[in-house]
């Protein structure tokens, strides 16, 4: 008797603290480039371009990865999507659109922020992320150099058992995609051989 009361007990304790975690689960990350905010935000706008610095590609490395893009995949409103070659049923496992783009003048690919949304149909997982670029100036240099700020945040639903898990092993999963990615952005946009339009 003891025992089932002190596994209810428990029981109610994990679940009451599950629920306790926030719902929404936020990544933020910051990264210097040495380069300037409009040829940064050329590797964002352009969704080809992605696959330079994406490291999301490895949500499964054994698969042989495809790229769909839309008819323009450039600005708001394009997507791109992924898919196994392998996979017999040819579904698209990763969706991704641009949303919004707040420009800094008439061009949409020189931009201050771009929000984008991704769905990853396996897990059923909706993430909604940003990227905002700031310019930093430097006196006496000629030097430029840009903070690019990444956002993401990904709905964890009302299950107190997904919470944990998107907690204790996603979070940090992920927190080492995006440095990752960031890093490869960041050796791109700084490497002038890599730069080449």
């Known amino acids: 008797m003891r025992t089932t009361i002190l596994l209810f007990v428990i029981s109610v304790i994990i679940v009451y603290g599950g629920l306790l975690l926030p719902q929404t689960l936020l990544i933020n990350e910051q990264i210097e480039i040495n380069s300037s905010s409009s040829h940064i935000s050329e590797y964002l706008y352009d969704l080809p371009k992605w696959e330079k610095w994406l490291d999301w590609q490895k949500w499964d490395e ?52 771009l929000k984008y949304i991704a769905n990853f149909k396996t897990s059923q997982t909706h993430i909604e992320g940003e990227f905002e670029l700031k310019s930093v100036i430097e006196n ?9 700020n990444f956002t993401l945040e990904i709905d964890l639903g009302e299950n107190p058992f997904i919470r944990y898990l998107g907690y204790l092993y996603y979070k940090p999963k992920i927190e080492r995609e995006s440095n990752t990615s960031l890093e490869r952005l960041k050796k791109l946009c700084e490497n002038p051989i890599f730069c080449k339009k």
């Open 62 to 113: 054994t698969s042989d990865t495809e790229y769909i893009y839309s008819q323009f995949p450039q600005g708001v409103g394009a997507f791109m999507k992924f898919k196994d070659k392998n996979d017999s049923k040819n579904i698209e496992k990763v969706e991704l659109y641009i949303q919004s783009i707040s420009n800094k003048n008439a061009s949409n690919s020189n931009f201050e922020k």
């Open 140 to 148: 006496n240099t000629n030097n430029e150099r840009s903070t690019l």
